[in-house]
């Protein structure tokens, strides 16, 4: 919109003048564009002026009249000019019509001429037809005339390459040059490399051929003067030595390039010098060269001659059975953890570096572990062989393990597949390796000699001291009851002799040597008869029995994960032998066999015997519970694959625990012999006017024999119950209830006893019940012992009270009920004093 500025001033503004372009701007807003013509229809002055001015719509309308007479011109304007436009559309429309109807006739025209051209084709055709007469209706003559060509340009090819191949053997046979092949190789590039390593395998199986004397052949003539016609050769120059000068300088160029495209990460270029190489000698020299000058094995290889120096406190871990391994040695840890960053990282390179990538990781794992891992893990089992056999035990599980998860590892993360899992390859490679590694000390029973033979020093040397005690105390007297130990102290001897020997072994280290001797309790190797041992050493210990089970569960363990599953059945049977042969028997049956014979010694002892031997049954009954829980959790189940052995085993533990059994039963059956003759000699000490006393000579209702006798017995059952409880302390207590009491029973059948005696006699039987009714009695021998209390009042009461007690008399001897039989009641109350009187004779009389 514009206002013209020209002209002299008028009352009224001009009115503004519009063209096209004022309305084909994408800005144009109708509400706008009129707002602005009202704006420039009010005079300056009166926009100004005040605001209660009267309104002059006349300024408006001349306004808004001149702006639709100007629109209405230009709609004229713009309706010519669409006209125009319609026209050339129309025009152009025609046009474009014209001309596809002509480039379709063109199509036609050039379809036709190509049927036309295929029918006569397939006219040829008709004539080639099978042996049937039908018409091969696949043949095509253009085909069949590309395939000739290509034929003619293989064949053409064929000879430039035999040409070539001819101008260079003359070359090389005449000159001792190859100046057409070099300027190849200058040429670079991975198809030159490849067709100069191709003539030159051609040119070196041509001189094998003809240049006999280069290859120290003469095929019936010295020196190679004739060739296969029988002509004399023109060769003047040595021509196995210039090809070979030729594929070294090639292969070493090749070589070259590709270790500087590996220093400069430029892996296509690798990859082309890789498969050159292959077609050139199968990739043998660059992956010698990818392998050998890798940074990882220059680096170790300086550092595989350093010492195995770990901290002498982690070797004495190692050695010593009561810590827990310390695991896998540092430096071979730093290696291995190396290792699997190194594999990761160069895996992904050798894939893009090379074409046949799975062969050239295989190469690389194959250095990596055969060289740096092996010389590692040699050095740190070396090192371990000498502190001690558990150290090297010890150190072959823990690097195993670690290795074995080295493998693992490597194996999820995939390597040349990452990040799938490895191909089915590339683990069989790892695994390989893996067992190589530890196959030589796993073969055969090498390995299970070894924890054998561990085991056997550690359990030597734990019961050194109690062997030794065993081996000094008394001995039972001759007879049969010796005999029945006899074996048992033979394994002690050889047990202590095993120790002694083994400490004086010339192949015992210095570590090993201080780790038995403190095991034993030892502070150095004493002479045997110098040895100091106590009581407590002769001792069972449960603590030392569950060292034993630790000990022998971490050989387990190591057995599990190092041995294979089919020798696993044999490898526990042999630990379960050693088990029972030094914890059966060295241990809990020399323990048994001890307390045996001091209980032997004591059936018959004139004074009172000493029971302190029989708490040793106790822990020898837990000992034997925990071992054979051990045996039949853990060892017998490791050997469910194998049924033979497995029965075995359990044949095995079932005729351990049955001689312990028996040895622990004949223990508690001459203990009860024991406290039952002694209580018989005491009885037999009671004098014969105890229970006649005269009221000046009675100091008290109860006989010294008695109080001996109750208070031997409180100590003999108190023994018995550290020893023994449940139901074999209900056995053991019952069987001597009976047999105190049928001793008590005769006893005061032999006894005259007037009044006063009466009331000892049943203070002295109630003693005796008293002390026994604290002993786990069954419910009939119970019965039996309160019957006691019964027989004492016989001696007490009157005549009346008699003959009450006489009608509830059992027949015969004394039941189960512990009723008092006819005869025996008799028999107590005609010892009494006043047996003659008339009231006893009519109550005895009435039986």
């Not at 310390?326 to 894939?351: A, N, R, T, Y």
């Not at 008290?700 to 208070?711: A, E, F, N, R, V």
């Amino acid at each position: 919109m514009e206002r013209s500025s020209s002209g002299p001033k008028s009352l009224f503004p001009k009115a503004p003048v519009f063209t096209l372009d004022n309305f084909s701007g994408k800005d144009f807003i109708v509400r706008d564009f009129v707002d602005s013509l009202a704006e420039s229809a009010v005079p300056a002055n009166r926009r100004s002026g005040p605001a209660q001015a009267a309104f002059d719509p006349k300024p408006l309308i001349r306004t808004f009249e001149n702006a639709l007479s100007q629109l209405a011109l230009l709609g004229d304007e713009l309706q010519e000019k669409e006209s125009e436009l319609l026209s050339q559309v129309r025009r152009a429309e025609i046009q474009h019509d014209q001309t596809l109807d002509t480039l379709g006739r063109k199509l036609d025209q050039s379809m036709s001429s190509f049927e036309a051209l295929d029918v006569s084709l397939n006219a040829s055709s008709t004539n080639v037809s099978d042996t049937n007469g039908r018409s091969d209706g696949g043949g095509n003559v253009a085909v069949q005339i590309g395939e000739k060509l290509e034929e003619l340009d293989r064949k053409r090819r064929r000879a430039q390459d035999a040409h070539f191949l001819i101008q260079c053997w003359t070359e090389v046979s005449e000159t001792g040059q190859l100046t057409s092949l070099e300027d190849i190789r200058r040429q670079g590039g991975a198809e030159n490399k490849v067709r100069c390593a191709v003539i030159a395998r051609q040119l070196m199986r041509i001189s094998q051929q003809l240049d006999l004397s280069s290859w120290g052949q003469t095929n019936g003539h010295r020196n190679g003067a004739t060739n296969g016609a029988g002509s004399p050769t023109k060769t003047h120059h040595n021509t196995r030595e210039t090809l070979e000068k030729f594929c070294e300088t090639l292969e070493q160029d090749l070589l070259q390039q590709f270790n500087n495209s590996y220093r400069r990460q430029n892996f296509d270029d690798m990859m082309e010098c890789s498969k050159v190489l292959y077609d050139f000698n199968g990739g043998a020299s660059v992956i010698a060269v990818f392998v050998n000058q890798h940074q990882f094995f220059i680096d170790r290889d300086q550092l595989m001659s350093d010492e195995v120096t770990a901290d002498g406190e982690v070797w004495e871990a190692l050695a010593d059975p009561d810590s827990d391994p310390p695991g896998v040695e540092p430096s071979l840890q730093s290696l291995i953890d190396e290792v699997k960053i190194v594999m990761q990282e160069e895996s992904f390179i050798i894939k893009r570096a090379f074409p046949y990538y799975e062969t050239v990781l295989i190469k690389f794992i194959q250095r990596v572990f055969q060289q740096s891992i092996q010389q590692r893990l040699e050095k740190v089992l070396d090192k371990a062989e000498t502190i001690s056999t558990l150290a090297f035990l010890r150190s072959l599980h823990s690097s195993r393990s670690y290795i074995g998860h080295l493998i693992e590892d490597l194996k999820t993360h995939g390597l040349t597949e990452h990040p799938e899992p490895c191909s089915a390859q590339i683990s069989q490679a790892l695994e390989q390796q893996m067992d190589e590694l530890f196959v030589p000390y796993l073969v055969g029973n090498t390995y299970i000699e070894r924890e054998r033979k561990s085991l056997e020093e550690m359990y030597s040397s734990l019961l050194f001291r109690f062997t030794i005690y065993h081996s000094r105390r008394k001995k039972a007297p001759t007879g049969f009851m010796a005999s029945l130990a006899q074996q048992g102290t033979q394994l002690i001897a050889s047990a202590k002799d095993a120790y002694l020997e083994r400490l004086e072994s010339s192949d015992l280290t210095p570590t090993q040597k201080t780790v038995m001797l403190r095991v034993a309790g030892l502070k150095d190797k004493e002479d045997n008869n110098e040895i100091e041992v106590s009581e407590e050493d002769g001792a069972l210990s449960i603590a030392n029995a569950k060292r034993m089970l630790k000990w022998l569960a971490e050989s387990v363990q190591r057995t599990l994960e190092l041995g294979s599953q089919v020798e696993t059945p044999k490898d526990v049977n042999i630990l379960l032998h050693l088990l029972l042969t030094s914890m059966g028997k060295v241990y809990i049956e020399t323990a048994l066999d001890a307390a045996h014979v001091q209980a032997t010694m004591l059936e018959h002892a004139k004074a009172e015997p000493d029971l302190s031997y029989l708490p040793a049954i106790r822990p020898a009954i837990t000992v034997s519970a925990i071992m054979d829980r051990f045996i039949s959790v853990v060892l017998i189940r490791l050997a469910e694959s194998n049924t033979t052995v497995r029965k075995s085993m359990e044949a095995q533990k079932k005729m351990a625990t049955d001689s312990i059994e028996r040895k622990t039963n004949a223990v508690m059956k001459i203990s009860i012999d024991v406290i039952t003759n002694w209580t018989s000699k005491s009885l037999g000490g009671q004098k014969k006017q105890d229970f006649r006393p005269r009221d000046a000579e009675l100091e008290s209702l109860q006989t010294p024999t008695c109080l001996g006798i109750c208070t031997f017995l409180n100590r003999a059952s108190k023994h018995a119950g550290e020893a023994i409880d449940g139901q074999n302390a209900e056995k053991f207590f019952s069987e001597l209830g009976l047999a105190i009491h049928q001793l008590l029973f005769d006893h005061f059948k032999k006894f005259q006893v007037n009044a006063t005696g009466g009331l000892m006699v049943t203070q002295d039987i109630a003693k005796y019940v008293a002390t026994m009714r604290d002993w786990p009695l069954s419910k009939d021998v119970a019965a039996a012992v309160e019957l006691l209390r019964e027989i004492g009042s016989l001696f007490i009461v009157g005549p009346e009270a008699l003959r009450e007690k006489s009608r509830t008399l059992a027949p015969g001897q004394t039941g189960a009920r512990g009723k008092l039989s006819k005869g025996g009641f008799k028999a107590f109350v005609q010892r009494r004093d006043d047996a003659g009187s008339v009231g006893i004779q009519s109550v005895l009389a009435g039986l």
